[in-house]
């Protein structure tokens, strides 16, 4: 997991993981542990592109705009569920995953 959108990518699995197996629409800055600083809907559009090329996450559509960044219709995949159990079992046991 790249440590430059680690938080975000940790943010993107848990908001995922509370609707399995539904859908979500993600819009941010209403997720996770957002600040202004800058350079945040940059680093939650890397996010999103590691988690989708991993096969982790499937969306419909993603759209940049003035008011932020919307995910349509984002869920876990079964590849997705599986690291996100894993990862989080791996962070509470006090190891941290390159």
């Known amino acids: 997991m790249p440590r430059d959108t680690r938080t975000e990518i940790i943010d993107l699995l848990q908001t995922l993981k509370g609707v399995w ?6 819009n941010y800055p209403d997720i996770g542990n957002v600040s202004d600083r800058p350079g945040n809907v940059e680093r939650y559009i890397r996010a999103v592109q590691w988690l989708t090329d991993r096969g982790l996450i499937s969306f419909e559509a993603m759209m940049v705009d003035t008011r932020g960044l919307s995910i349509i219709d984002s869920s876990l995949t079964p590849r997705g569920r599986e690291y996100s159990g894993a990862y989080m079992a791996t962070e509470l ?3 941290s995953e390159n």
Do not use: E, K, L
């Open 93 to 95: 046991s006090g190891r």
């Open 21 to 26: 197996p539904q859908c979500r629409t993600i």
